[in-house]
């Protein structure tokens, strides 16, 4: 459970914007205080995937700023577009994402992985605004932003669907299923971006199963293909507006990303993929996000 601490959660939080409201319409500003929540919440739950939270940190923040249309005050407006997080042990990066932007107050992040809260360590949709679908399991995003994108098409409906899946979970053959079907449906509604880190669970993705040539492979399945700077979050903008003009294709942003971005000894190495940041290493790292806010 979370210290007695807690109370003051947004307090702390922002403390590094000087008592001054965070602008969490710039996506870079949003990107920060994805990681510093995720460091918060990983560190009052002793429940982790602090590397893959500041993985997608600007992925998420760019969705969040300049892509999905949706409304914090309307969050089951039929218009909205739809987000499934694949990978869903990143979750707390779209709970953070969620509350920064109004979906519900940011205080309750401190309740993340505790008994009985509603912000499980895996992403879940159960009574929080703005959450589509509960996912973990991986592999099985992609095939329900297949269902939505083709349902979309079939209502004649205007709004767009987007998954993030991890490298690692391109391992399972339901990706590669669900991506043939949606080329096949010409599902040009449909964008994924794909954390390219490299790393997964216990090693890195090469080691593991080698995904490369991975661009290539979704070519031959016929997708858009897209490759970015995972970190920089004009390149991610200008990729996602590139995947909405592509027509009679869906797309998908293969985004090269760090683990652990943004705290220098969780970068790269596979440790943060379960460690929790406690004692010395919390105050290393919030130390180095503080130095970076801005």
Not at 185 to 192: A, K, R
Not at 265 to 273: T, V
């Amino acid at each position: 459970m979370p210290d007695n601490n807690a109370a003051d959660y947004t307090a702390r939080t922002h403390a590094a914007f000087g008592g001054q409201t965070p602008d969490v319409s710039n996506p870079e500003v949003l990107a920060w205080l994805i990681r510093r929540h995720g460091l918060e919440m990983t560190h009052l739950s002793r429940g982790s995937h602090v590397g893959a939270i500041f993985s997608l940190a600007e992925i998420i923040a760019v969705l969040y700023t300049s892509v999905l249309r949706v409304d914090p005050v309307r969050p089951d407006w039929p218009e909205r577009d739809r987000l499934i997080l694949s990978k869903g042990h990143a979750g707390a990066a779209v709970y953070a994402a969620l509350a920064e932007r109004g979906f519900f107050p940011v205080e309750e992040l401190k309740t993340h992985y505790a008994n009985g809260s509603r912000l499980s360590g895996h992403v879940s949709h159960k009574g929080i605004p703005g959450v589509e679908f509960s996912t973990g399991s991986l592999g099985h995003g992609l095939s329900v932003a297949v269902g939505l994108a083709l349902g979309a098409k079939m209502d004649g409906a205007a709004w767009r669907t987007y998954a993030v899946l991890g490298d690692g979970e391109c391992d399972e053959g339901a990706v590669w299923e669900a991506a043939l079907q949606a080329a096949h449906l010409h599902l040009d509604n449909l964008t994924v971006v794909v954390d390219r880190n490299r790393m997964q669970s216990l090693d890195f993705t090469e080691n593991t199963l080698s995904l490369e040539p991975f661009a290539d492979k979704w070519r031959a399945f016929g997708w858009n293909v897209l490759s970015v700077d995972g970190h920089d979050t004009g390149a991610l903008k200008q990729a996602f507006a590139q995947s909405r003009a592509a027509r009679g294709k869906p797309s998908v942003i293969i985004a090269c990303t760090i683990k652990g971005k943004g705290v220098s000894f969780m970068e790269n190495d596979i440790l943060w993929h379960y460690r929790t940041p406690q004692g010395e290493e919390y105050e290393a790292a919030l130390r180095e996000l503080e130095e970076k806010r801005p």
